[in-house]
T-cell receptor, first 114, second 112 residues
């Protein structure tokens, strides 16, 4: 089955610790994205990548880092510099083949800072 | 500054009736619009989209209408079913810029 997997589904972190969220896709999509969702708000873009070894900051990149060493993988690290990391994190991917391409999402990771 | 607005946080509709979800935008450069459906603790699922060269797009029970002069789009669901109860997000993009700008979502509740 083609799709996007995120792990873990739930993650607890102590303040001051870095944590890495996994995102893998087997859709052969070039582009991958990380979003954050907070209650009552839309999705906000953290980082995105359109090609291996290249990525761009989104609207709320401060306190986060990413890497894109493989086309299939786009892990997100939430660093201790992120002031309010408790949120629902969503990874997405899309093709770049057409003019318009919808994004496909993984199931999400809920991060809670204790 | 919210470029994509969904002004109704929630909407309650009787099963079998029409559900109409609304979305307004401010950026006249947007030329592609999408609707996503999201269940709690899951990722959004793509529903339907429309490009700015059209004013209507239909897919089964779902129809999206675009009014460019009013900078308004709406999603119609007919007939509404219990499984349609979810949060619906409107999103928009500019040309080949693959970033999507999202609304805050509308929670749709279908009453039996």
């Amino acid at each position: 089955d083609g799709g996007i997997t995120q792990s873990p589904k739930y993650l607890f972190r102590k303040e001051g610790q870095n944590v890495t969220l996994s995102c893998e896709q087997n859709l052969n999509h070039d582009a991958m994205y990380w979003y954050r969702q907070d209650p009552g708000q839309g999705l906000r873009l953290i980082y995105y990548s359109q090609i291996v070894n290249d990525f761009q900051k989104g609207d709320i990149a401060e306190g986060y880092s990413v890497s894109r060493e493989k086309k299939e993988s786009f892990p997100l690290t939430v660093t201790s510099a992120q002031k309010n990391p408790t949120a629902f994190y969503l990874c997405a991917s899309s093709s770049l083949a057409g003019v318009y391409n919808e994004q496909f999402f993984g199931p999400g990771t809920r991060l809670t800072v204790l | 500054d919210q470029q994509v607005k969904q002004n109704s946080p929630s909407l309650s509709v009787q099963e079998g009736r029409i559900s109409i979800l609304n979305c307004d935008y401010t950026n006249s450069m947007f030329d592609y619009f999408l609707w996503y459906k999201k269940y709690p603790a899951e990722g959004p699922t793509f529903l339907i989209s429309i490009s700015s060269i059209k004013d209507k797009n239909e897919d089964g029970r779902f129809t999206v209408f675009l009014n460019k002069s009013a900078k308004h789009l709406s999603l119609h669901i007919v007939p509404s079913q219990p499984g349609d109860s979810a949060v619906y997000f409107c999103a928009a993009s500019v040309g080949s810029n693959y970033q999507l700008i999202w609304g805050a979502g509308t929670k749709l509740i279908i009453k039996p």
